[in-house]
């Protein structure tokens, strides 16, 4: 079982910067998965960006080159550095995590979401 937690969320101006924090507790391993996804009012929850120790991180289109997310092993932690915030995304951002078995089978985890909010 892992526990999930994000913090970091808060009300920043257009242009501005914040980094959320994905604490996960147990045991993650490099070939686990760290995920963050959002979910603006109205909107599907939608993917962000994914990391693993065992590829490059990966992002959505709408974020790349203003996110970027990395991971701290030794404390079973991901970061979301997010810059260059604009209005849209403005949304509650979930942590994900997926623990994957020697056998390939996957368990998720979530976590309860931080609130952005990026108006001026």
């Known amino acids: 079982q892992v526990q999930v937690v994000e913090s970091g969320g808060a009300w920043v101006q257009p242009g501005g910067s914040l980094r959320l924090t994905c604490a996960a507790s147990?045991?993650?391993?490099?070939?686990?998965?760290m995920e963050w996804y959002r979910q603006a009012p109205g909107k599907q929850r939608e993917y962000v960006a994914r990391i693993t120790g065992l590829a490059l991180p990966a992002y959505a289109d709408s974020v790349k080159g203003r996110f970027a997310i990395f991971r701290d092993g030794a404390k079973n932690t991901a970061y979301l550095q997010m810059n260059n915030l604009k209005p849209e995304d403005t949304a509650v951002y979930y942590c994900a995590v997926t623990l994957i078995n020697p056998g390939g089978n996957e368990s998720i985890y979530w976590g309860q979401g931080t609130q952005v909010t990026v108006s001026s």
């Open positions: 147990g045991a993650i391993s490099s070939r686990d998965v």
